[in-house]
Nanobody, 115 residues
Framework: QAQLVESGGGLVQPGGSLRLSCATS????????MGWYRQVPGKQRELVAD???????NYADSVKGRFTISRDRAKNTVYLQMNSLKSEDTAIYYC?????????WGQGTQVTVSA
């Protein structure tokens, strides 16, 4: 049974925006640092953003200033707002704890940035 479920991906033009959602359980949401990861075929999965509190966030240099990670306590949901998307942002996006735990990997959500 998946404990982390990603959604919100899709096809968007360069310069566009998407908001990804990650629904999880309270037991995970409340006790772990949460992160968004992405993977392109043939490359290692990389951490793009993580959060433990609203004031404690980190971003990969490649997305800094364009992506924002946030959370909704009432919904046990973590979001990734992605603006000014570029073709190189095309990947499957996953959420997990940070550091990641193998049993928590879900199916991910595909983001494709293309004209």
């Amino acid at each position: 049974q998946a404990q982390l479920v990603e959604s919100g991906g899709g096809l968007v033009q360069p310069g566009g925006s998407l908001r990804l959602s990650c629904a999880t359980s309270e037991s995970i949401f409340s006790f772990y640092r949460m992160g968004w990861y992405r993977q392109v075929p043939g490359k290692q999965r990389e951490l793009v953003a993580d959060l433990i509190t609203d004031d404690s966030t980190n971003y990969a240099d490649s997305v800094k200033g364009r992506f924002t990670i946030s959370r909704d306590r009432a919904k046990n949901t973590v979001y990734l707002q992605m603006n000014s998307l570029k073709s190189e942002d095309t990947a499957i996006y996953y959420c997990n704890t940070e550091p990641a735990r193998a049993p928590f990997w879900g199916q991910g959500t595909q983001v494709t940035v293309s004209a």
